[in-house]
Nanobody, 124 residues
Framework: QVQLVESGGGLVQAGGSLRLSCAAS????????EGWFRQAPGKEREFVAT????????YYADSVKGRFTISRDNAKNTVYLQMNSLKPEDTAVYYC?????????????????WGQGTQVTVSS
């Protein structure tokens, strides 16, 4: 099993920045990709970004491309999501997830492990 714990959420004004962290513990070697998803009130959970453990390649949803950056620190078993130029529509609960699928994974159903989520609120 892999346990994921997110942190770093909070309240920020539009145009501001936040960095989310996702600390992994347990059988972390069993995951090949990590991703971030978000769920806004009344909406379905959606893909935000993913990173391949092997290659370090990344992929982003169009809505965050150029503003968000996903990265990882293998020594710390931690994945980050740097969020810049935040907009009110970025307000959501952000979830970290780990997948045993090799490559860039954007589909929720292919993720095996999930964190509890962290709230991000962007005020206008």
């Amino acid at each position: 099993q892999v346990q994921l714990v997110e942190s770093g959420g909070g309240l920020v004004q539009a145009g501001g920045s936040l960095r989310l962290s996702c600390a992994a513990s347990g059988r972390t070697f069993s995951t090949y990709a990590e991703g971030w998803f978000r769920q806004a009130p009344g909406k379905e959970r959606e893909f935000v970004a993913t990173i391949s453990r092997r290659s370090g390649s990344t992929y982003y949803a169009d809505s965050v491309k150029g503003r968000f950056t996903i990265s990882r620190d293998n020594a710390k078993n931690t994945v980050y999501l740097q969020m810049n130029s935040l907009k009110p529509e970025d307000t959501a609960v952000y979830y970290c997830a780990g997948s045993r699928t090799i490559g860039l994974v954007t589909t929720q159903s292919t993720y095996n492990y999930w964190g509890q989520g962290t709230q991000v609120t962007v005020s206008s």
